[in-house]
């Protein structure tokens, strides 16, 4: 019997607060278009006068590290923030119609101290007295900012809040023009239900975001959707068109030079070929992308791929190999935070005992799962894993047991 597993890599930015030092207002460079370095844990910040009702819209183009732009009214007041789940590539958005006239603050910076170095590009992209449009795009980013906020949470309510916030934002973004945040608005609703283990939606509003990211001329953002849509076209059993997004993934990868996008893409192919119980030909792919994930400092990268190499182990009759790799992914995807996937290795790790005999570690990893799942409220997940607690129960011969878990 078919039973999903995590493959995805899409790496989504958790929004941290942070108390930043900066100049005196006075002593800030005025916001004009500028390339400058920045370092993990750095700050810049930049000041422009805005009349009441002036729009402002700046773009922060990063280039190698993971950027989050500030916006602050004469009087200190935060009045926006952006983090899109782009990860070290892509825009960051300034958006703002002032309220007041007055000297305003932008700040960017890294809330990683352990981050590399890495680049951005800032420029003012329009500057005017704000239109009803113009109002409607500050309010489509504050909105999608919601909506971060609220899917980095994990949990199933968490998620349907976060796909309503995205679903206001979209066509607000559209009617701007915005077409990139338009697209990530779109993959970040496909990205929600695909966390609620509800593919076939989520590959729905995968295939709208694709002419959008084609459109927006953002490579990076095409590969991961091409990746995405493959890995659901993998859920429905419809292996050529899964391989083939696949593959148009790693090339886009290789021309633009993106190691760990094309990485995730082979990890991807490598989880093809273990459904279609190829383990050894999933085995080659998962060891091209293994050492990319770990030389580039991906975490989740890494423990899935490491979870999925302890599947294919498993399912070769290597059960204490898979152990091994299966024992190695849980504690990166606990530094990483996926509690999703963190689940998924506990059932994984629950399997490989019971198929070693071994029911205590067995039962005990599942039930580890099972508390996780009841936080992030997983059901189709909770119901593979209490399936499984009830195999356990009927190998011990107690069917009575099986049967109240299986019934569940």
């Not at 697209?183 to 709208?208: D, G, K, V």
């Not at 400092?297 to 091994?324: D, F, H, M, P, R």
């Not at 570690?361 to 992030?376: G, P, S, V």
Request: net charge negative.
């Amino acid at each position: 019997m078919w039973k999903p597993r995590p493959h995805f890599c899409f790496p989504l930015a958790a929004i941290l607060l942070l108390t930043i030092p900066t100049l005196a207002q006075n002593d800030l460079p005025t916001l004009s278009s500028v390339t400058r370095e920045l370092k993990g844990g750095e700050s810049h910040s930049y000041r422009i006068v805005l009349s009441s009702g002036q729009f402002l819209h700046a773009l922060v183009e990063q280039q190698g590290i993971d950027l989050i732009t500030s916006v602050f009214a004469p009087d200190g007041k935060k009045l926006s923030e952006s983090d899109s789940p782009n990860d070290i590539w892509g825009s960051e958005a300034v958006l703002v119609v002032a309220p007041t006239a007055g000297e305003y603050r932008v700040d960017v910076y890294s809330s990683d101290k352990r981050a590399r170095a890495g680049h951005y590009r800032i420029q003012v992209v329009t500057l005017r007295e704000a239109t009803q449009v113009d109002k409607d795009h500050v309010e489509a980013q504050r909105s999608f900012n919601e909506g971060i906020n609220l899917s980095v949470q994990q949990t199933a309510t968490a998620q349907q809040s976060a796909m309503e916030k995205f679903r206001q934002a979209a066509p607000r973004f559209h009617a701007a023009g915005d077409t990139y945040r338009e697209a990530l608005s779109l993959s970040s609703i496909a990205t929600s239900y695909r966390n609620l283990n509800q593919f076939r939606q989520a590959l729905e509003f995968y295939n709208q975001t694709l002419p959008l990211a084609i459109a927006a001329g953002d490579r990076r953002l095409e590969i991961v959707v091409e990746t995405n849509i493959g890995g659901m076209l993998d859920v429905f059993g419809d292996v050529g068109k899964a391989l083939q997004h696949q593959q148009r993934a790693i090339e886009l990868a290789r021309e633009i030079g993106s190691r760990g996008q094309e990485a995730s893409a082979l990890s991807n192919i490598g989880k093809i070929y273990n459904d279609l119980a190829d383990w050894q030909k999933a085995l080659e792919f998962y060891a091209q992308a293994l050492p990319v994930f770990r030389a580039a400092g991906l975490k989740l990268n890494e423990a899935l791929t490491l979870n999925n190499i302890g599947i294919a182990y498993s399912q070769t009759g290597e059960q204490q190999k898979a152990l091994e790799y299966l024992e190695q992914a849980l504690p990166l995807m606990r530094t990483a935070g996926n509690k999703i996937n963190e689940a998924y290795t506990l059932l994984n790790i629950c399997r490989t005992y019971r198929r070693l005999n071994d029911y205590k570690n067995a039962l005990d990893h599942c039930n580890q799962a099972r508390a996780i799942q009841k936080e992030t409220g997983s059901n189709a997940q909770a119901a593979e894993t209490l399936d499984e607690i009830g195999v356990i129960y009927s190998a011990q011969d107690q069917p009575d047991k099986a049967a109240e878990y299986h019934e569940q």
